[in-house]
């Protein structure tokens, strides 16, 4: 008999708990270790009290302070599926070096495991997203007639990066699905308030309703709700931000996916029958499909592709370290709208969505030269569907380009006219997003610049940025823009 130890990011049944019982660890320790959003503990401390007592008998739950002390507890060997951390996955060795686990077993979290994709990459010179997402479509046939897409076209990102629509508030889409909180809410609640004041934990941001699903039942639920009414609105607008409308028609699946509570290949197989049966769009769908098992898979495998160092890369030297209200999330000083925005969704829920991430808090950090391990852990702590294997892809190669260029080929950094037209930001904003220079010079365009002049020698390989460097010498007044930024660094804008 071998019980079966699961971590808290595998708690759906794709799981197999098996005959022979479960284990499931609160450990203190790694709840104090860092300052996570208040919100990401009530998620993660819900879901595993949650799976727990759904198996009853069969399962057992323990409160210590670290993983290694629950086993010595536990008293008999266990298997585990590979976790998702170098960190858990050099533990889980440990452990099987002193027979404390019996087994590790390939994860069913995502479509295609570790050694397909080595097999995959094999002695490719780039491993590309789009290649990756093609191999994945045939692979799973989603979206494709024979060997062909769908539609004739792999990618309908063309038709998917509309602006928001002209003088709306919010998108005319039906809300997202919200949980109702039940008693293992009220009691982990209590047990994070009395945690914080004993000083066991020192939680970054506000608590508030819970918004995301921790059961395979609420998750289901979300994913019905999402397929059925918000996924044929989820294309068009995927890019775009609204001041008034937090969620506009994303699917706020990444909690439960990344709780492992979905099967990824079950969330895509919905999406692709709904376009089947009529009732999704064919752009919307592909939209999400490629977000799923495309981008999500993706980073996954590039965060065991490009090994442990790859964390600490940082090929444009930025070195400032993140300034005390961007850190805490204060935005009392911020009259920047878009970053206002941004970092009161962070502090008020954990969660933004993907274009404020990287184009409006990402960007700020690149422009402004953000340290980008100091970043990932800043993303990964403060967001609530953040973890180690999900941040260095998106943090440190998409977002920061600190990797030279290994993962995206160009860096995702824009002046505010991007911004101004994807969102309804600028309007009320003191800035104005076509000045650069002066009082009230956008922080973003003005940032831009200042950018290109301080990495043009690093990026100057880059063909992809040969323009916008060329652009930079025909500014009469960059040098002005270049000190009013350096003056201005370190403030809230
Ligand atoms: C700087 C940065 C940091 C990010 N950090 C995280 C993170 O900590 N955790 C996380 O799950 N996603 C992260 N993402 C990806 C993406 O922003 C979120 O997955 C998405 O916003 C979650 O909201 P949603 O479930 O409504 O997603 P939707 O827009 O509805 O997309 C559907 C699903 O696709 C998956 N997905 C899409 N893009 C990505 C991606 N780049 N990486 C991984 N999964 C993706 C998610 O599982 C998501 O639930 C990050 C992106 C950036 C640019
Ligand atoms: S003007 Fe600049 S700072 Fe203000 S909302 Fe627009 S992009 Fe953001």
């Known amino acids: 008999m071998t019980r079966r130890w699961l971590f808290a990011d595998q708690l759906g049944p794709h799981f197999e708990v098996g005959a022979d019982g479960v284990l499931l660890v609160e450990s203190r320790r790694a709840l104090a270790r860092r300052p996570f959003h208040r919100q990401k503990l009530h998620l993660v401390l819900s879901a595993l009290r949650h799976r727990a007592a759904e198996l009853g008998d069969s399962a057992v739950l323990m409160r210590t302070d670290t993983y290694t002390e629950a086993l010595h507890e536990l008293g008999e060997p266990v298997r585990v599926y590979e976790p998702t951390s170098y960190a858990a996955e050099r533990l889980v060795r ?10 590790v077993d390939p994860t069913p979290g995502f479509s295609l495991s570790r050694e397909e994709f080595a097999a995959w990459a094999g002695e490719r010179r780039r491993v590309r997203m789009e290649d990756f997402y ?19 076209r792999w990618s309908f990102d063309e038709e998917n990066r509309e602006p928001p629509p002209r003088g709306a508030d919010r998108l005319d889409v039906p809300a997202p699905y919200r949980p109702r909180e039940d008693d293992i809410d009220a009691e982990v609640r209590d047990d994070l308030d009395r945690w914080t004041r004993e000083g066991h934990l020192s939680p970054i941001g506000e608590d508030g309703p819970r918004l995301f699903a921790v059961t395979r039942r609420e998750a289901l639920a979300a994913l019905d709700r999402f397929v059925t009414k918000r996924l044929g609105a989820f294309g068009p607008h995927e890019d775009a931000m609204l001041h008034g409308d ?26 692709t029958q709904a376009y089947r049966d009529g009732d999704a769009p064919l752009a919307s769908v592909e939209g999400f499909v490629r977000q799923v098992i495309g981008w999500r898979e993706y980073v996954w495998h590039l965060y ?31 009259d920047a709208a878009c970053l206002h925005d941004a970092l009161t969704g962070v502090r008020e829920r954990g969660w933004v969505h993907h274009i404020p991430r990287l184009m409006v808090l ?13 970043l990932t852990e800043w993303f ?16 440190v190669g998409m977002s920061q380009h600190a990797d030279g260029g290994a993962m995206a080929t160009k860096p ?22 076509k000045k650069r220079l002066g009082d009230d010079a956008c922080p973003f365009t003005a940032g831009y610049w200042a950018y290109l002049d301080r990495n043009a020698a690093r990026l100057e390989g880059n063909h992809r940025m040969a323009r916008p460097l060329q652009q930079r010498h025909r500014l009469a007044d960059l040098e002005a823009v270049v000190a009013q930024e350096r003056r201005r660094a370190a403030a809230p804008p």
């Open 94 to 103: 440990r452990l099987q070096v002193a027979a404390v686990v019996e087994d």
């Open 134 to 152: 093609r191999f994945q479509r045939l692979r799973l046939d989603l979206l494709v007639e024979g060997e062909r897409p769908a539609g004739g």
């Open 246 to 271: 937090w969620a506009m028609a994303h699917s706020l699946l990444s909690v439960p996916l990344n709780l492992g509570l979905l099967d990824p290949v079950e969330v895509v197989d919905r999406a």
């Open 304 to 334: 065991w592709h490009f090994g442990p160092t790859y964390r600490r890369r940082n090929a444009l030297a930025a070195r400032r370290s993140l300034p005390d209200w961007f850190d805490r999330l204060e935005t009392d000083g911020v």
């Open 362 to 374: 990402g960007n700020w950090a690149a422009q402004r030269g953000y340290h980008p391990d100091a």
């Open 380 to 395: 990964q702590t403060r967001f609530v569907d953040g973890y180690d294997w999900v941040m260095t892809a998106n943090v």
């Open 412 to 433: 995702y950094v824009s002046g505010g006219a991007y911004i101004d037209r994807m969102s309804d930001y600028c309007g009320d904003c003191r800035y104005d997003p």
